[in-house]
Every structure is written in structure tokens, then in C-alpha cells.
Nanobody
Framework: QVQLVESGGGLAQTGGSLRLSCAASGRIFSNYSMGWFRQAPGKEREFVAA????????YYADSVKARFTISRDNAKNTEYLQMNSLKPEDTAVYYC???????????????WGNGTLVTVSS
């Protein structure tokens, strides 16, 4: 059974940093591109970042570009999201997901984690 498990969420101050991790079951990881989405209270789920499995190319939402960095360690079957210069508007539940199709649209993703809460205080 495919499983994605996020960790690393918590409380941070404005300007602070957090690092999210997403551990994936083995067989899925090497053939899937991975992404991060987030959903704030009362808002729709939105794309944050993605990394292509074949090339390692990374893609970011404009709102997080230059502040967040996505990476993956295929040997550890783990994806990461380093979040720097956090803002209160980054407060959301963050989800990791896996896809063999598109990178930006949530409907393209086949597998999802349960999410981890990130709260940024002002």
C-alpha cells in the first residue's frame, strides 16, 4: 500500500524557518514526481512546489519563490520542503503528494499524505 507521511510542521515566528519532510513507501518514490500543496482555513488547496522525478527540476508558486526550497533524497525515499522567511500567510496544513502526470494541478496527483500543520505567528 502506498503511504506518504509528512512531518516537521509546528509553530514558527514571522521570519523564521521550518523544514517539512515527507516519507514515501519505496516503490512509488523513484517513478513519481513529488509536490507540496497547502490549505489555509476557509481557502482552497493550492500548489506550493514540485520536483520532477526524472530531472530533479523544481517548480514553485510565486508566493513562495525564493523563500521555499523543495528537494528529494531518493535513497531515503524522502521529500523535503525547506521554508525560510516565513510569513503569517504561510499558515496552513501542508500536504505532500505524488504524481506521474502534471505537477501544478492537485487533480493530477495520485497519492496524498494526511498533512502537517504549519502556524506562523506575527
Amino acid at each position: 500500500q502506498v503511504q506518504l507521511v509528512e512531518s516537521g510542521g509546528g509553530l514558527a515566528q514571522t521570519g523564521g524557518s521550518l523544514r517539512l519532510s515527507c516519507a514515501a513507501s519505496g516503490r512509488i518514490f523513484s517513478n513519481y514526481s513529488m509536490g507540496w500543496f497547502r490549505q489555509a482555513p476557509g481557502k482552497e488547496r493550492e500548489f506550493v512546489a514540485a520536483i520532477r522525478w526524472s530531472s530533479g527540476s523544481a517548480y514553485y508558486a510565486d508566493s513562495v519563490k525564493a523563500r521555499f526550497t523543495i528537494s528529494r533524497d531518493n535513497a531515503k525515499n524522502t521529500e523535503y520542503l525547506q521554508m525560510n522567511s516565513l510569513k503569517p500567510e504561510d499558515t496552513a496544513v501542508y500536504y505532500c503528494a505524488a504524481t506521474r502526470r502534471g505537477l501544478v494541478v492537485a487533480e493530477s496527483y495520485d497519492y496524498w499524505g494526511n498533512g502537517t500543520l504549519v502556524t506562523v505567528s506575527s
